[in-house]
Nanobody, 115 residues
């Protein structure tokens, strides 16, 4: 199993920045992929950014150039640096780990961007 604990959400003005953190309960090198998803009220959960065990990354078109996913394997932590935030980025952000053919999720952290 993999437990995930997110932190770093909050309220920020449009144009501001936040950094989300996700600490995993196991060595993240053993996890095939980790990522960040978000879900806004009334909308489906969507992929924001993803990083594989080999270090490859991919992003939703809506966040390219503004968000960066990274990891610190020693700390078993994946980060999402979010810059130039927009009101449409408001959502609950969830950390995801794909390990042993199972998706694991964190509890979510709220990000609210005011205009």
């Amino acid at each position: 199993q993999v437990q995930l604990v997110e932190s770093g959400g909050g309220l920020v003005q449009s144009g501001g920045s936040l950094r989300l953190s996700c600490v995993a309960s196991r060595n993240i090198f053993s996890i095939k992929a980790m990522g960040w998803y978000r879900q806004a009220p009334g909308k489906q959960r969507e992929l924001v950014a993803r990083i594989t065990s080999g270090g490859s990354t991919n992003y939703a078109d809506s966040v390219k150039g503004r968000f960066t996913i990274s990891r610190d394997t020693a700390k078993k932590t994946v980060y999402l640096q979010m810059n130039s935030l927009k009101p449409e980025d408001t959502a609950v952000y969830y950390c995801n780990a794909y390990w042993s053919d199972i998706d694991y999720w964190g509890q979510g952290t709220q990000v609210t961007v005011s205009s």
